[in-house]
Structures are given as structure tokens and as C-alpha cells.
């Protein structure tokens, strides 16, 4: 391939589009050669990607490389949005749409194509610049995808406070001015109210939400201290005093590092069953089954009390 292409994409981030493409002199049929022999990887009309940065990505990482091409490909002048915004900060995606690329620009109404939506720049969004592309803030992002999914949104801020990107306030501020003229504004009150920056994972932020929804007594990253007021351990949940929830997402349990720290979780455990607490653990498939969560803790309570 071209060595200003090589280059070009690298620049970008590993992605190019097909007027930066043109305006190295680069004709279809060359593009087509390039796609064909795996050199590039269409991903959207006109948006295409490195080969090795799409081959070893995840889904949210390949989400992230189609929204810069797309962005790219339509000459950077529209403003990143919504959750493809959190996707350009990195952040995690939940309940969204990964197929559809959201851009802000100066038309009068939304219009979705392709797998590309282009909507009404809102008149006080922050901006920032991410590889030379127009983007919201980390705060307006959160926001905006609030608007449409309460749990994506407290997932993105939960992620977004622990790492700092973000504080309390920046999100006050983004929901003062945007919330007037979106839609969804219940869903943006819920999420911005049950934020954590506590928690230290997805699947943490969606089981705090899960228990709050069951109505249950939560305490998020407690701590429980031994008999000389040590820590000895701080766990995800405590439900009602007694019950210790914890999410296992199973991923930190592979290979010969993940089984010594499965041995060290199971000393743990017994420890805090020791000192009197009742241990459960959710896993992401029990995020989908509330009743049985919730039969679950009741007969944990139950059994702690005993």
C-alpha cells in the first residue's frame, strides 16, 4: 500500500477516509486493490480501518475504530455524539446501539441512514478534540446517552468518575444545559441520581442498580474489618448488614495467574463466612433474572439471621 496511506492512517489513529484517500491521489480502483488484498477493512462506505487494529480489537474497540472512520470519512467538520462520543473517550458501552454512528451537525431535523444518524447540534454542547475530530465532552456524552438508556449512562458515569475524567459537577453542569431540549429528561434525572464512581466495573455498576431496584439495603465497596479494626477485606456489597454480594464477571479466573487468585478469593470468602456473613455471587447471566436475585439475598438474610 501507498507509503502516505500507511502514514495517513497511523496519524489518524488507524483509520482514513475516502476524501483524505483522494486527496493523496489515491483512485478506487487502487482502494478497492487494498481492500481486497486485506490491506484495508471496509467498515462503513467510504471509512476504512487498519488491518492488525481491527483483527486483535473487541466490540467495543472495533465500535470505536467505525465511528473515527465514519467521522473521518465525512470530513470531521460534525460533532461526535451521544454513546459514539463515549466510545472515542474510551469509556464502556452498555444498552446501545453499537451499530449506529451518531453525529451532531447544523440540520434542522434528525435523519438516520445507513447505520449513521445525524442530529441537531445542541446549541450549549461542550466540545473537545479527539484525533483532530470534533467531540462532545465526557459530561455531555454521558448525558445525551442518558437520555436515551438510564442503565448506559450510570454505566459510563460510573467508569468516568473512578477514572477521573469526569466529576459530579461536570455532569450537573451538562444535565442544566441539555436537559431542555432532550427527550428521555426521567431517564437523565435516574441515571445523573444513582451514580457511584465507586464502583470498578460495568457489571458492578448494573448490580448496584439491580439491588437498588429490588429495594434492598446496599452498601457499595465495604469494608469489613477484623478483630484488631483492620481491613480485611472490602467487598462489593453488603446487603441489609449480613448478606455479601459480589459480581464475577469469571474473566480474572483465567489461566495459572486467574486460579491462584481464585484460591486466594476462596480463603476470603471463608473468612467472611467465618466472622458471621453470608456470600453470593452474581454473574452477569443473574443480571437478567431479578426474581431469582432477589429469592436468593431473602433466603441469604434469612439464613444469616439464623
Known amino acids: 500500500m501507498d507509503g502516505q496511506v500507511v502514514a495517513r492512517v497511523a496519524a489518524n489513529g488507524g483509520v482514513i477516509g475516502a476524501g483524505e484517500l483522494a486527496h493523496l491521489r489515491c483512485s478506487s ?63 464502556p458501552l452498555w444498552d446501545v446501539d453499537r451499530g449506529l454512528v451518531v453525529l451532531s451537525s447544523d440540520v434542522q431535523e434528525a435523519a438516520t441512514r445507513a447505520g449513521l444518524r445525524v442530529t441537531p447540534v445542541r446549541g450549549l454542547v461542550a466540545v473537545r478534540r479527539i484525533n483532530g475530530l470534533r467531540v462532545q465532552t465526557v459530561a455531555d456524552a454521558v448525558v445525551t446517552t442518558s437520555s436515551f438508556s438510564m442503565e448506559g449512562g450510570v454505566v459510563a458515569a460510573d467508569a468516568a468518575l473512578r477514572a477521573g475524567s469526569c466529576t459530579l459537577d461536570d455532569l450537573e453542569d451538562a444535565r442544566e444545559r441539555l436537559l431542555s431540549s432532550l427527550r428521555g429528561r426521567a431517564r437523565v434525572r435516574k441515571a445523573l441520581d444513582s451514580v457511584d464512581g465507586s464502583s470498578e466495573s460495568p457489571g458492578e455498576s448494573r448490580t448496584r442498580l439491580l439491588l437498588v431496584a429490588l429495594g434492598l439495603p446496599v452498601e457499595p465497596q465495604f469494608e469489613v474489618l477484623d478483630g484488631w479494626g483492620r481491613v480485611m477485606a472490602r467487598v462489593d456489597f453488603l446487603v441489609a448488614g449480613r448478606v455479601v454480594v459480589e459480581f464475577d464477571g469469571a474473566v480474572k479466573y483465567a489461566g495459572a495467574d486467574g486460579q491462584a487468585a481464585l484460591v486466594a478469593e476462596k480463603l476470603r470468602e471463608d473468612r467472611l463466612r467465618e466472622m458471621g456473613f453470608v456470600v453470593i455471587r452474581l454473574t452477569w447471566a443473574d443480571l437478567a433474572r431479578p426474581h431469582e436475585v432477589r429469592r436468593r439475598i431473602e433466603a441469604a438474610l434469612r439464613r444469616a439471621a439464623a
Do not use: I, K, M, N
Open 29 to 91: 480502483d487502487d482502494v478497492q486493490r487494498w481492500v481486497r488484498r486485506g490491506e484495508l477493512v471496509r467498515v462503513r462506505r467510504g471509512a476504512y480501518v487498519d488491518p492488525a487494529q481491527w483483527a486483535r480489537a473487541g466490540v467495543d474497540e472495533r465500535y470505536r475504530l467505525t465511528v473515527l472512520a465514519v467521522a473521518r470519512s465525512r470530513g470531521g467538520a460534525e460533532v461526535v455524539s451521544r454513546h459514539s462520543a463515549l466510545a472515542l473517550w474510551r469509556l
